[in-house]
């Protein structure tokens, strides 16, 4: 196996600006801030208006669940996803703007498929 087929990097946001006026994602989530967030994909939810995963991070020595908002299914697609490129099991790391309120919410900025 090549290169691409061990790691896919995707980049979720073609242009955050426009996509966060339009969504009014900016009120949920800080556009200012990133976390990174390394784990395995529990669930992958291909429903409008947005695709959502569900992970567990390991936090020292605790699992912690978090939800990470992609963009709307015909947008992922459009950008060469389908609907098995994550699935249950995967390893990932995720870089996300955080929700607002401190939940455990980001909104996806780059998905990167651990080997």
Known sequence: MGWPSRSIIVTVLFVSVPLFAH???EAEF???QTVTLQGTV???DWSNPHVHMLMK???GAQTVSWEVELGS???QLLEGWKIDTLKPGDR???SAYPARDG????FARKITKAR
């Not at 939940?103 to 980001?106: C, N, T």
């Open 73 to 75: 299914p015909n947008a």
């Open 92 to 94: 990932v790391v995720v």
């Open 42 to 44: 529990t669930k992958v």
């Open 23 to 25: 969504h009014s994602l």
């Open 103 to 106: 939940s455990k919410i980001g």
């Open 57 to 59: 991070v390991m936090n």
């Open 30 to 32: 800080d556009p200012t």
